[in-house]
């Protein structure tokens, strides 16, 4: 919800969480229209409007935050590399470092190699190439790459935040929470959000470099025992039609040459 003067504010009175049982209020839908475009984040500006114009009123704050750090940061040599949104990440096997990896906006959707070649693939963890790539030696599969990693985190980062909104209007609904606490109790869970994040981010790292080069390895090896020299033909021929790397053909036509000259 928008206006000329940016989004609007919406308040709800403690007076509405009167009685224990009382119905749930229904909360805002994400404001997609909010920007995502700053760099660096303090986690401050997102709930810095959480203080009430009245006692015991409920600011609501913005989701996604208005100030979204989730956007890729140029590397040295102009690749797309993750930003920091936390000191203090949490561990790289914590659940929920593996329930963001393994969250996408389109779980059935194939990667842009796959989808471009007609291609059908799976995909498993953000950070792991899917396996028509990996097979074809293709480094730059989607599911491996910064910016696919930073959407499908902003969407569960999203997720994370209105359940924790939901979960604190609930407990002050049952009078287990102050309404002028809800501020600091937003913050602390938004705070934890990108502590997750940044733990995504560690593992994701960790997963790529495991992962990167790893099928080009295995055919280079596979090329430097082999000795047949039909059978590298045929290996460079089936390469070329599926889109195997080139760097992976080069390497089985220098094998064939080098046995056709004797220096094995």
């Not at 009685?19 to 303090?42: E, F, G, H, I, M």
């Not at 963001?100 to 059908?120: F, M, N, T």
């Not at 969407?155 to 359940?163: A, E, I, S």
């Amino acid at each position: 919800m928008t206006s000329e003067s940016g989004p609007q504010r919406i308040y709800f009175s403690a007076s509405a969480f009167s009685l224990p049982n009382a119905a749930a209020v229904p909360l805002p839908d994400s404001n997609s229209s909010s920007n995502c475009s700053s760099p660096s984040y303090s986690p401050q500006s997102d709930v810095a409007q959480c203080g009430a114009t009245a006692p015991g009123d409920i600011l609501i704050p913005a989701i996604p935050p208005r100030d979204c750090p989730l956007q890729p940061v140029p590397g040295p040599n102009g690749e797309d590399t993750l930003p920091t949104v936390s000191s203090n990440p949490v561990d790289v096997e914590h659940a929920l470092v593996h329930a963001v990896l393994q969250h996408s906006v389109e779980p059935e959707g194939s990667c842009a190699a796959c989808e471009d070649d007609e291609l059908v693939c799976e995909f498993t963890e953000t950070g792991i190439s899917c396996g028509p790539c990996a097979v074809r030696s293709n480094e730059n599969c989607s599911f491996a790459q910064p910016r696919f990693l930073l959407e499908n985190a902003a969407d569960w980062r999203n997720d994370y935040l209105h359940d924790q909104v939901h979960r604190l209007m609930r407990e002050v609904q049952l009078r287990r929470l102050r309404p002028e606490q809800f501020a600091f109790e937003y913050r602390r869970s938004l705070n934890h959000s990108y502590a997750i994040l940044q733990g995504a981010f560690r593992r994701f790292q960790i997963l790529r470099r495991a992962s990167r080069c790893l099928t080009q390895r295995g055919y280079r090896c596979l090329i430097a025992s082999s000795t047949d020299v039909p059978q590298l033909g045929r290996f460079i021929e089936f390469g070329g039609e599926t889109g195997l790397d080139k760097a992976v053909l080069k390497r089985a036509g220098e094998r064939v040459a080098e046995i056709a000259s004797g220096s094995l």
